[in-house]
């Protein structure tokens, strides 16, 4: 039987799974907790986190025991992989289980943006009629989404997307213009620079690696599409926060949805203040009810198939 340790949330279902063969420790506040952490660490067998668990030098160096990390989420810049590996920890993502929350949000969060005209509840129900002032939004059909990074969630992003009417194009550096994968999803392969430049809604969907790291700086902001939009969903620093906020002020963007930041949780940033037309949402753009059922229910499949395989 293996010690297993849960530090952030995870789907009950999941959880009784793996206590119903093995030794489980759920505690989703045990990531606030460093010290009783790393204490419980030092006899897991097995280790489950979010995004939140930075599994990286002490809690890495604490884990002597653990042969298998699993990830509750795709993006792994909280885990230093490759010291996981050294150790010989089978480091698990749950690639794919959220997409489709992802990818929803994406489109939702552009909608509105684009729109600009679900915020008049106040103004409405006052007994005020802003109609003329609403009545200028525009529709996501015939517009073109701009998808900087075509994984599973760019891909099925873009396939919602052409339901609505919209062309697609795309970025990736780690796939070749040729991959079957843009003509599966009826999307043109362009430069950064071109998708930029003629995007009405881009969105962000790669990983943070040297390589990414303020990719959308403030000259390619102010490059994009004079009225488009930006969503971001995958990690704050790709993207120059202050940069965004700046375009917004001055009209340059449209609006922009940012669900991640460079600091989380998100304290003061008076960067944002005044800005019109922003949707802020504490990295949650992947989680909902049935995506954790999903994410939780893959982990726990792959755990338990990873410790069958060890005895």
């Not at 279902?13 to 907790?33: G, I, M, N, T």
């Not at 160096?61 to 230093?80: K, T």
């Not at 902001?221 to 940069?243: C, P």
């Not at 019109?276 to 949650?284: D, F, G, Q, R, Y």
Request: some cysteine.
């Amino acid at each position: 039987m293996a010690r297993v340790v849960i530090t952030e949330f995870m789907d009950m279902p999941a959880v009784d799974r793996l206590r119903a063969a093995h030794d489980v420790l759920y505690d989703p506040q045990l990531v606030d907790d460093p010290v009783r952490l790393h204490a419980e660490a030092a006899g897991a067998d097995v280790l489950i986190v979010r995004n939140r668990t930075q599994v990286r030098g002490e809690l890495l160096a604490a884990l002597q025991r653990c042969r298998v990390l699993g990830r509750l989420g795709v993006g792994l810049d909280n885990i230093d992989v490759p010291g996981c590996e050294a150790r010989g920890m089978q480091v698990i993502p749950a690639t794919g289980a959220n997409a489709a929350s992802v990818a929803e949000y994406v489109i939702g969060t552009a909608m509105l943006l684009l729109r600009g005209a679900y915020q008049s509840t106040a103004e409405v129900a006052a007994g005020r009629w802003p109609r003329t002032a609403l009545s200028n939004g525009r529709e996501l059909g015939g517009k073109t989404l701009g998808l900087i990074g075509f994984g599973a969630i760019g891909q099925l992003t873009a396939r919602l997307a052409r339901g609505m009417g919209m062309q697609v194009l795309a970025f990736d550096a780690m796939m070749a213009a040729d991959h079957p994968a843009y003509a599966a999803a009826g999307v043109q392969c362009v430069a950064l620079d071109t998708l930029i430049s003629q995007a009405d809604v881009v969105s962000l969907h790669v990983p943070l690696v040297e390589g990414t790291r303020g990719l959308l700086n403030a000259q390619r902001i102010g490059a994009m599409k004079a009225g488009a939009v930006l969503v971001n969903t995958a990690r704050g620093s790709i993207v120059d926060e202050v940069a965004v906020a700046e375009a917004l002020r001055q009209g340059r963007l449209g609006g922009a949805a940012l669900d991640v930041f460079d600091a989380e949780p998100l304290k003061q940033a008076p960067h944002f203040e005044g800005c019109p037309n922003l949707v802020l949402t504490p990295h949650i753009a992947g989680v909902t009810t049935e995506s954790n059922e999903r994410v939780s229910s893959l982990i726990a499949d792959k755990v338990l198939q990873a410790l069958a395989e060890a005895r």
